[in-house]
């Protein structure tokens, strides 16, 4: 089984406006909808598009908590939340205009039987079991619970995903994570300094290969993604062109399609391209991508 870990998820309130944005003055918006959201649900989102089945795991809160389970499960998404009895699940305001800009929520304080209780939801993983960990780490928890997390399952024999930023990531190398998906930027950030070209990208997923990730994507926004798998082997894809009308969720669409694409192949290449194919099929879409729109691009032929 796939467990999905988000810890603050969220319902995004997506808003359309023709218009440039008038900082000082009302906005009226062209069209609008509620997504279900947060790094983790989006990578189960995308597993059940491509017929794996998986469970969301995190924390809930308050009327927004019941409305975004409610709504995952109509969607046929398999969870096992924590319903915290303080708060209300965060809503993010995402605005798409003549440039995209994000408002997100704080979400509720997690307490220390809270964080508890999701363990005793995660405890029944087991040999062969995918667990993914996305996204930031809320205040109200330490900023060394993804390494907990790892520790405590250490040792039974599960595939461990990460895919976070700056110490959330580092400090889980030494449990020697089964995959781990920076993205360009926060490569960067890591390293302080801007990548010149491909060789330096290496270089540094080397460096974090040697501090414990097996196997390190760098995804790449609209130059795709490179992979420098266990093996030592370098992977390369370049995306389809098209024009991006969505960021939110492509990368998750891409850990999705890699995880994906590696439980059915046990494929290094062949899993980098399906990571690549969903990614960039939801950037190229309002939300995430469907099937069809995935394999539509699969046929073209241009990845």
């Not at 304080?109 to 995660?122: C, G, M």
């Not at 996204?135 to 250490?154: C, F, H, I, N, W």
């Amino acid at each position: 089984m796939i467990y999905t870990v988000t810890l603050n998820p969220a319902i995004d309130y997506v808003i359309s406006v023709d218009a440039p944005i008038n900082i000082s003055g009302i906005n009226r918006n062209t069209a609008e909808e509620f997504q279900f959201g947060g790094k983790g649900v989006n990578v189960s989102m995308m597993l059940q598009t491509l017929g794996h089945r998986s469970v969301a795991l995190g924390f809930v809160a308050g009327f927004t908590g019941d409305d975004l389970v409610t709504g995952l499960q109509q969607a046929g998404l398999q969870t096992d939340f924590v319903r915290l009895d303080h708060g209300t699940t965060r809503i993010n305001v995402k605005i798409k205009a003549d440039t995209e800009m994000e408002i997100n929520g704080i979400g509720p304080e997690i307490l220390a039987q809270d964080i508890e209780a999701l363990y005793s939801r995660i405890d029944k993983i087991t040999d062969g079991d995918v667990l993914v960990l996305s996204g930031s780490v809320p205040k109200s928890l330490p900023e060394d619970t993804y390494e907990k997390m790892l520790a405590r399952y250490q040792g039974r024999g599960i595939m461990s995903v990460v895919d976070s930023t700056g110490a959330y990531l580092i400090n889980t190398l030494k449990y020697n994570p089964f995959l781990i998906k920076p993205n360009i930027h926060e490569l960067e950030e890591i390293f302080g300094a801007k990548a010149q070209d491909d060789a330096e990208i290496i270089e540094w997923a080397k460096k974090l290969q040697e501090m414990g990730g097996r196997n390190i994507l760098v995804s790449m926004a609209g130059e795709g993604a490179l992979l420098l798998d266990e093996n030592a082997n370098i992977h390369r894809v370049r995306c389809p062109k098209a024009t991006v009308i969505n960021s939110v969720g492509a990368g998750d669409s891409m850990v999705a399609g890699f995880i994906a694409g590696y439980l059915e192949t046990r494929n290094y290449l062949q899993a980098l391209r399906l990571g690549v194919l969903c990614g960039s099929a939801t950037a190229f879409s309002k939300g995430m991508a469907s099937k069809e729109q995935i394999f539509k691009l699969q046929k073209q032929g241009e990845i």
